[in-house]
């Protein structure tokens, strides 16, 4: 399995580099760092594209051949692992560009980025990666660690569940992992769907024993998803990128530092097709 990490170098992307360094403890993955020159700047429009660009990518391909050794210094295992670094007009547009041609399997991202010659608000660029990337994404924020996927928390209005299920089960079965599907209500909904029932018809359907149900009610869908995250202690969330509103308020400013899977928990995101 190919795993594509973009980098900025900053703290926080190295927090998704270590992320995936645990996963590849467990999994034989193949990791590739991706650092992206955003050439749609003003700096690059003001200054002159080559010259600017090229000054950038030496800086680049210093910092790259450091963290790469570094990464190599400290690894316990055998780490196989590459690095490319392009330009791109548009990072989310690169990164989809690069992992289609590149045939890879998942996008592991942090949500902010650095400052300075190299500044990509890679904060910013978490959304639309997600959003326009037609290849599962793991975010991961600032506190999480790769600690095994034991438990994935899987939100869900149950419209779409076995095709949302038929993209989420290979990764379940390649982790080995509990999916716990969430329905959340609120008081005012009417809800009389048999989640036993649905439970043991999804494990038949997709002969797969580590699938649960749960029903929570809460007028808030953040705070519902948070509540139970912490409950069963899970390792990560996983939701689908046609519920655009819910994104907006994910990865929106005013979300507080207490929501448990913003600071801790990573996410998996898939596109709806």
Known sequence: MKI???TDFSQLSKIAIQYAIGLSKDFELDLILLHIINTNTPAMARIGSKKLGEAIKTSSERDMNELLKKIKNESSHNLKISAKIIFGVSIEKAVESFALKNNINIICIGTK?????????FGSNAAGIIANSSIPVITIPKYAQYKGINNIVYSSDLENL??????????????NTWINILHIINKQE?????????ENRLRTLFSYEKIKTKEL??????????????????DMV???TRRTALFEKLFHKSVTKSAAFQTKTPLLTFQKE
């Open 4 to 6: 594509l990490i973009p």
């Open 162 to 175: 076995e095709e949302e299920l038929k993209l989420l089960i290979p990764f379940a079965k390649l982790m």
């Open 238 to 240: 996983a939701m689908f």
């Open 113 to 121: 980025g650095a400052t300075g010659l190299k500044k990509m608000i």
């Open 217 to 234: 009610e809460n007028d808030s869908i953040i705070k519902g998803i948070n509540q139970y995250v912490e409950d069963i202690d899970a």
């Open 190 to 198: 009417n809800f009389d769907v048999d989640l036993q029932f649905q």
